[in-house]
């Protein structure tokens, strides 16, 4: 069965920067892609970055170019999101996700498998 949770949010000040963690477990991810979703309050569930267990290929939202960097490390089966620059409006609970597909999508409804969510808030 598989299984994501994310840690690593917490309070950060504008300008800062934060790293996410996402464990997976359950079964070999070589087929998987991996993604961060974020949604803030009375907003949608937003598109944050993809990326493939077996090649490492990355996708982003325009808006998180430059500032965020997805990441894995295949031996430990976890998944990181490195953001910079934060902005208050990058304050959002913020979600890992799997699904077992290696094509792109934004959409959050392709995505099978969820983490509980993890909290970043950023102070302006």
């Known amino acids: 069965q598989v299984q994501v949770v994310e840690s690593g949010g917490g309070l950060v000040q504008a300008g800062g920067s934060l790293r996410l963690s996402c464990a997976a477990s359950g079964r070999t991810f070589n087929t998987y892609s991996m993604a961060w979703f974020r949604q803030a309050p009375g907003k949608e569930r937003d598109f944050v970055a993809q990326?493939?267990?077996?090649?490492?290929?990355?996708y982003y939202a325009n808006s998180m170019k430059g500032r965020f960097t997805i990441s894995r490390d295949n031996a430990k089966n976890t998944v990181y999101l490195q953001m910079n620059s934060l902005k208050s409006e990058d304050t959002a609970v913020y979600y890992c996700?799997?699904?077992?597909?290696?094509?792109?999508?934004?959409?959050?409804?392709?995505?099978?498998?969820w983490g509980q969510g993890t909290q970043v808030t950023v102070s302006s």
């Open positions: 990326i493939t267990w077996r090649s490492g290929t990355t």
């Open positions: 996700a799997a699904r077992e597909n290696v094509g792109l999508t934004m959409s959050p409804t392709e995505y099978r498998y």
